[in-house]
């Protein structure tokens, strides 16, 4: 596919921003055109936060999504918002831990992964964004496990290497889900 | 060129100003260009440069015009309304012929307004925001690579003709992380600063007086003189501008910044239908691109000016175009954003 697009949408403080980063980082090390577009409006302040995400083979026009070939949500006003930007046979990822609904849309794939309790279990909420990343890159081979690993290498600064393994545990648990 | 990185727009900024040797920089916060400063608080001490957190955007203007004075390369960044308030240093600073880099990551007005991207101080930048006959050079990078590359011309604009130079972005520039990849030495202008700037006299010459003030109407009717004949040199030399698919095309969209990413994907979806649609993407907003305008003026039906303001840019397209065929406006205000799709319907709408 020549060009891939992105919501990923929770709560502030999930780790929604820098999971696209991530995503964003690991596309441009695959050799693709990328771009990554934070929601910076007044709705970020306890509210919801998200960003947009492009990665395609052609240069990247704009950055701003009026639809979005993937969508990954971590709440559910989240999914209120953007289910209807999803492009027809386009993919919803959930966090069922949080999100109680499933999509009103019948014309797109849906994938709910309690990535909140996962992640919990293996001693570590913060990782539910990743487990949800495991399942895009699964379902869509939109990067390679290895350039999303080395993207984790650019990202995090060193004193959070340590934390790379499991890291990759839990996106290998979203890739099989 | 170096490393491929991903980045943030309003940090490539600054790194950039720091690889163009910029050790200057004072500012005052204000969304959506606070990551300006926090990448100078960050990395200036590393460089030996100074940072400084002004008590305004007023003494922050002001203490650009000192360094600037003193011959060194300097920044400040702001958004709309501290730009507003910079309008006085802007018009001392120019008429001191004094060079400096000013950023504006705009927001929408009037007033405080809103944080969300817009391009309502186009008339602000471009026509002269404070008093007097001067003019700036305004840069209008639409991606962050371009962010980059305009920030280090910028200083070297200033510095050559000894004038301001802004960088004009929004809040969609700003924000948002692209790849970038940095030359590994800079091309930088050096400007022989001796004979104007307060740099010591070593008890060798006269002091250098940097000033705006000039009392004897001829003095002062002879340095606008010099001013105004230093402007239609920038004009000559200085134009920046993107043609994009214009040959033939059916209608002609002037677009800068963020709005022309968006219409190059118009561009894309219009061929579909078979409509021609070109672009022409001015870099320098001034000095403005009229003989681009001039060149292709009888080429297509119509022109199309898409900004994010009430119609500003559109002046300039039609003084240039200069009636040869109609200019239509699309404009969208507050922080919203034309969709491509919307962009395209009025396109189609002036081709009926």
């Known amino acids: 596919m020549s060009q891939q697009e992105i919501i990923i949408a929770g709560f502030g403080g999930q780790g929604i921003l820098s999971a696209g980063r991530l995503l964003a980082y690991a596309g441009m090390l695959e050799g693709k055109n990328v771009s990554w577009l934070p929601s910076y409006g007044p709705e970020m302040r306890g509210g919801t936060a998200n960003c947009h995400v492009i990665i395609s083979d052609d240069p990247v026009g704009s950055p701003i999504l009026n639809s979005a070939t993937a969508l990954i949500v971590m709440n559910g006003p989240s999914l209120d918002k953007f289910e209807n930007l999803v492009v027809k046979d386009g993919l919803i990822i959930a966090d069922s831990s949080l999100v109680q609904r499933k999509p009103n849309r019948n014309d797109v794939k849906y994938s709910g992964i309690p990535a909140t309790q996962i992640a919990s279990d293996m001693g570590n909420s913060t990782y539910a964004c990743i487990i949800l990343l495991g399942k895009l890159l699964g379902s869509t081979g939109i990067v390679s496990k290895e350039n999303f690993e080395n993207a984790l290498k650019k990202v995090l600064p060193e004193k959070y290497h340590h934390m790379i393994p499991d890291e990759m545990k839990a996106l290998e648990i979203g890739m099989k889900y | ?352």
């Not at chain 2, 033939?248 to 800068?256: E, H, K």
């Open chain 2, 1 to 352: 060129m170096g490393e491929k990185l991903l980045m943030k727009g309003n940090e490539v900024i600054a790194e950039a100003a720091i690889r163009a040797g910029c050790r200057h920089y004072f500012g005052y916060p204000i969304t959506p260009q606070t990551e300006i400063a926090h990448y100078f608080a960050k990395k200036m001490p590393e460089v030996g440069g100074t940072f400084i957190q002004a008590e305004s955007e007023i003494a922050a203007i002001n203490m650009v015009y000192g360094a600037a004075g003193a011959g060194a390369r300097v920044m400040t960044s702001s958004s709309s309304p501290g730009i507003s308030l910079k309008q006085e240093g802007i018009s001392y600073a120019s008429g001191a012929e004094l060079p400096a880099v000013i950023v504006n990551i705009v927001r929408c007005g009037p007033g405080l307004g809103g944080i969300l991207p817009a391009q309502c101080d186009y008339f602000q930048a471009v026509k002269g925001g404070g008093h007097g006959d001067y003019k700036m050079v305004v840069l209008a990078p639409c991606s962050v690579q371009e962010l980059y590359e305009l920030t280090v011309e910028a200083f070297n604009i200033a510095d050559k003709y000894r004038i301001l130079a802004m960088i004009m972005g929004d809040g969609i520039l700003g924000q948002m992380m692209e790849t970038v990849e940095f030359r590994d030495k800079e091309e930088i202008y050096e400007a022989d600063k001796s004979s104007w700037a307060t740099v010591g006299t070593r008890m060798e010459r006269d002091h250098n007086v940097i000033t705006s003030i000039y009392i004897d109407p001829e003095v002062l009717e002879r340095h606008n003189q010099k001013l105004q004949a230093k402007y239609r040199l920038i004009e000559e030399n200085e134009v920046r501008c993107e043609v994009y698919n214009c040959e033939d095309a059916d209608v002609i969209v002037a677009a800068f910044g963020t709005v022309a990413r968006i219409v190059k994907n118009v561009i894309k979806m219009a061929a579909k239908e078979g409509i021609k649609v070109g672009l022409i993407r001015p870099i320098t907003l001034w000095p403005f691109p009229v003989k681009v305008f001039e060149k292709y003026a009888e080429v297509p039906k119509a022109f199309l000016s898409v900004e994010l303001n009430a119609g500003q840019m559109v002046e300039d397209v039609r003084l240039s175009v200069n009636g040869k065929r109609p200019v239509y406006f699309h404009g969208r205000m507050g922080g919203m954003i034309p969709t491509q799709q919307e962009i395209l319907d009025k396109i189609k709408e002036i081709l009926k």
